[in-house]
T-cell receptor, first 114, second 117 residues
């Protein structure tokens, strides 16, 4: 039978607007979180990360907010540009015995209209 | 520094065959992880290797295996291919977390697109 694809949340913004992409994570014990950007035909590209001892971290045009109480992450992109169009994934690092294992959210497709 | 490289980039196989994918991590990175990406299941963790040892394994059948060499390069193998194995296989490398240390950022390669007919 035909496989059912994941329903990707979508966000459409105008060039120059600010974008906010949200993500809920599952493991309250996770203490490291990363946002990745994936363009068509490419692997995920690191954008920004945050550790659980912080609630906000800023990069160039991007800010990540972490709310551990409700297990929620958000990625804010300032002055969104057409080149920001991509699928954005949040990931939590579930480490067991020192190993690295990323658990990814479903992703949000961002479309920036010129 | 050169990024993570994966070979081949594209591969077509038929059911029942086996396939080996290769990953070269960023220089100095000792941890290599593999992920499978499909439209139906999204990005799923396969396994992680550090210093030639598998440290963690995802929920995949035993047909999926891997190994890491002393130079940190890694290969993954899928035997007895099934149609459902068609996917983008991604390799990620990181410095690798030492015991008691912080997690390290994983950087991804471009992936190998596998099509099983």
């Amino acid at each position: 039978g035909e496989s059912v694809g994941l329903h990707l949340p979508t966000l459409s913004v105008q060039e120059g607007d600010n974008s906010i992409i949200n993500c809920a994570y599952s493991n309250s014990a996770s203490d490291y979180f990363i946002w990745y950007k994936q363009e068509s035909g490419k692997g995920p590209q690191f954008i920004i990360d945050i550790r659980s001892n912080m609630d906000k971290r800023q990069g160039q045009r991007v800010t990540v907010l972490l709310n551990k109480t409700v297990k929620h992450l958000s990625l804010q992109i300032a002055a969104t540009q057409p080149g920001d169009s991509a699928v954005y994934f949040c990931a939590e690092n579930e480490s067991a015995g020192g190993s690295e294992k990323l658990v990814f959210g479903k992703g949000t497709k961002l479309t920036v209209n010129p | 520094k050169a990024g993570v490289t994966q070979t081949p980039r594209y591969l077509i196989k038929t059911r029942g065959q086996q396939v080996t994918l290769s990953c070269s991590p960023i220089s100095g990175h000792r941890s290599v992880s593999w992920y499978q990406q499909t439209p139906g299941q999204g990005l799923q963790f396969l396994f992680e290797y550090f210093s030639e040892t598998q440290r963690n394994k995802g929920n995949f059948p035993g047909r999926f295996s891997g190994r890491q060499f002393s130079n940190s390069r890694s290969e993954m193998n899928v035997s007895t291919l099934e149609l459902g194995d068609s996917a983008l296989y991604l390799c990620a490398s990181s410095l690798g977390r030492s015991s008691g240390g912080n997690q390290e950022t994983q950087y991804f390669g471009p992936g190998t697109r596998l099509l099983v007919l």
